[in-house]
Every structure is written in structure tokens, then in C-alpha cells.
């Protein structure tokens, strides 16, 4: 069994506007998953990890800028 990479997208300081892509990557069928969301606030130079597989990265891409 092989699992797919992941890749960071994007790091996001607000946690609304990580969740908006991450929807809007999701009703365009790209699956996308959040990572350290939970230690925002407590690392000033972290954020929520955005990240897709890799094989979607560039519709991904596409998708954010529209």
C-alpha cells in the first residue's frame, strides 16, 4: 500500500481564512487537510499548515488564484 505525499500549500496566521480555502479547495474536488491549527497564537512565526497532495498542487494552485 502507498501513501500519497503531502505538500504545504500554504501557512495561514487566521484561522477563518485557512478554513475558507480549505472549502474552496473541497467544492472543486480538491481534498486538503489542516495541520498545527491548533497551536496558533502560541507560535508567532507558525500558522495552520494548508496542505494537498502533492499529485493537486497545481489545480490547488489554480483554484486559490482564481
Not at 479547495?25 to 495552520?48: H, I, R, T, Y
Request: charged fraction near 25%; aromatic fraction near 4%; avoid cysteine.
Amino acid at each position: 500500500m502507498t501513501q500519497d505525499k503531502t505538500i504545504i500549500l500554504h501557512t495561514y496566521n487566521d484561522m477563518l481564512e485557512a478554513k475558507m480555502i480549505q472549502d474552496k479547495l473541497k467544492e472543486n474536488g480538491v481534498e486538503s487537510f489542516l495541520q498545527n491549527e491548533n497551536v496558533m497564537g502560541l507560535d508567532p512565526v507558525g500558522g495552520a499548515e494548508l496542505r494537498v497532495f502533492e499529485k493537486d498542487v497545481i489545480a490547488a494552485q489554480k483554484i486559490i488564484t482564481g
